[in-house]
């Protein structure tokens, strides 16, 4: 299939991680309860453009090479300190385009010195666009009908 010249295919995704405190649970080595995730913008789905999505966590946890196969893309776990997360997403063989990877930082504090309450979630969201120039016709046709 051929790619399609002066067509941009734009699709909305948001990026985020969410934390809660985990207040009188809390110990040293854990002390927060979080989830880092990704979907559509407007909350589209996203299975027809996407084949995995791969969160690398920080080496301290087991297993920190976790992969979504489907919806919901996201992982949850517990911990204690705030990192970089490297997203790995990989597109549906049609596509023919080469993986892409987004970095968010997990977020368990709304800033230095200021302390946590077990009453509201630390929230860390970001709006990224995942745009495909050129796209393979096939794909492009198929994820409009969609
Ligand atoms: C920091 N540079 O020092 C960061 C590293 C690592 C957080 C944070 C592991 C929990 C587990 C965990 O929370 N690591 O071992 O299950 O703040």
Known sequence: SRRLRDTE?????????????LGKKANDSVTHRWTVYMRGANGEDLSHIIA?????LHHTFTNPH???L?????????????????ITLTFTPDARE???????????YEGEG???TTKKPVMSEVYEELVFSEPVESFYRRVLAE
């Open 66 to 68: 976790r992969v979504c």
């Open 98 to 108: 080469k993986d892409v990877s987004i970095l968010h930082r997990l977020k368990l």
């Open 114 to 116: 200021i302390p946590n």
């Open 9 to 21: 295919l734009v699709v909305p995704v948001v990026v985020g991680t969410c934390a809660w405190w």
């Open 52 to 56: 995995k999505v791969t969160f690398e």
């Open 70 to 86: 489907q919806a919901p893309y996201e992982v949850t776990e517990q911990g204690w300190g705030e990192f970089d997360i490297n």
